[in-house]
């Protein structure tokens, strides 16, 4: 379970970030790995104040297919990108070593830079 007080860096990041960048949500309610991870992900943008037309969300089916599959060479779900001006900064695909939140988080300061 997310929570935020947790994780005050991250929710700091997206926070930042939340309103300059686009999140781009391929999963699916079938998919276990989705149900495990998705919900606190939302958690985290939603503690972050990201803008809700800044989270695009993109449901797959059982053979995850679905909108902008092919554009974007999804295989494997969840995958989250995230776009400054249409462009790709930063990608979560299945499974990392830490919650999508925090990975997304190091990508935007690794590439935007941190947060002051």
């Known amino acids: 379970m997310w929570v935020a007080d947790a994780y005050g860096d991250t929710v ?3 926070s930042e970030y939340g309103e300059e960048v686009t999140f781009k949500v391929w999963g699916g309610d079938w998919c276990k790995d989705c149900r495990a991870q998705l919900p ?3 958690a985290a943008l939603e503690a972050a104040e990201v803008p809700d037309e800044n989270v695009l969300h993109h449901e ?3 053979d995850k297919q679905g909108p902008g599959v092919e554009e974007y ?3 494997y779900i969840p995958t989250v990108v995230v ?3 249409g462009e790709e900064i930063a990608r979560f695909v299945e499974e990392e ?3 999508i939140a925090i990975y997304l988080a190091d990508r935007l300061e690794e590439t935007l ?3 002051d």
């Open 83 to 85: 776009e400054r001006d």
């Open 73 to 75: 060479g999804i295989e």
């Open 12 to 14: 700091e990041v997206l």
């Open 113 to 115: 830079g941190p947060v």
């Open 40 to 42: 606190d992900f939302g």
């Open 97 to 99: 070593s830490v919650p």
């Open 60 to 62: 797959l089916d059982q």
